[in-house]
């Protein structure tokens, strides 16, 4: 076997070192180059929109409208009337530890744009309550709050005539409310009329495991090239230390 040192600083170890390092820093740049655009995307999908200023309700979502994805937990406003004898909670939802429902009323909107002039009407989740009979509002509607999909595990409600659902699912609305809803609903930011404890929104949406799984996958392969460069390397070296082989005869 050769000595240890004069194969190390030879002038092909050193070349062949060389190498390593060159593709090492490419290989591993373009992999952490990959990783942060696909953390940036990720990033830039579960955005927080609740900081934003509100608009209308009405800007961002019409009656026969599907939910606009971009926009949950932004802040809107709702302007319109309190819909009479359509109040009923769901649950059971926990806060803070303690058992209890969701309180909603239906608002029906005023200045919808529709041409025909047909009525909408949003569901707002006014707050928290202990009581699953909780007092409904009734007048005018002025408030902001969070935009929400509806909910849709389809949960099993047991009594469809109670006025207590498992879970805010829009479809199963149209039987107590007479009026054409819009596909989601909103959390009340500021509703004092009941003086419920407020609900937190669930304002950002949750993050698709696709997304950016290319940029991913890119970031995997470059990694496992600068992996293989370290492998071949180090059977470079091996094969240096042994020496030439002896060929009988």
Not at 129 to 142: M, R
Request: avoid cysteine; proline fraction near 11%; aromatic fraction near 6%.
């Amino acid at each position: 076997m050769q000595s240890m040192a004069r194969i190390l600083l030879g002038r092909r170890t050193l070349g062949a070192t060389a190498l390593l390092v060159v593709a090492l820093a490419i290989f591993s740049g373009l992999g952490l180059w990959q990783l942060e655009g696909w953390q940036a995307q990720r990033a830039a999908e579960e955005r927080d929109l609740s900081t934003r200023p509100p608009v209308p309700l009405t800007q961002v979502i019409g009656a026969d409208d599907p939910f606009p994805g971009d926009d949950v937990g932004r802040p809107v406003t709702v302007h319109g009337t309190w819909l009479p004898d359509t109040g009923f909670v769901v649950g059971p939802r926990p806060l803070r530890g303690r058992d209890g429902w969701w309180v909603v009323a239906v608002a029906v909107l005023e200045d919808t744009g529709a041409p025909d002039r047909t009525e909408t009407s949003v569901p707002v989740v006014l707050g928290w309550s202990p009581d699953p009979d909780p007092a409904s509002p009734s007048g005018p509607v002025d408030l902001t709050g969070f935009l929400q999909p509806g909910e849709g595990s389809l949960a099993r409600d047991d009594d469809p005539t109670d006025r207590r659902f498992p879970e805010l699912r829009l479809a199963s609305l149209t039987e107590i409310v007479p009026v054409d809803l819009v596909s989601a609903f909103v959390v009340a930011d500021d509703e004092p009329t009941l003086a419920l404890p407020a609900v937190p929104p669930e304002d950002v949406p949750p993050v698709g495991a696709s997304t950016a799984l290319r940029n991913l996958l890119y970031a995997l392969q470059w990694f496992v090239l600068a992996l293989g460069a370290l492998v071949v390397w180090g059977r470079f070296l091996r094969e240096e230390l042994a020496g030439p082989e002896t060929v009988p005869r």
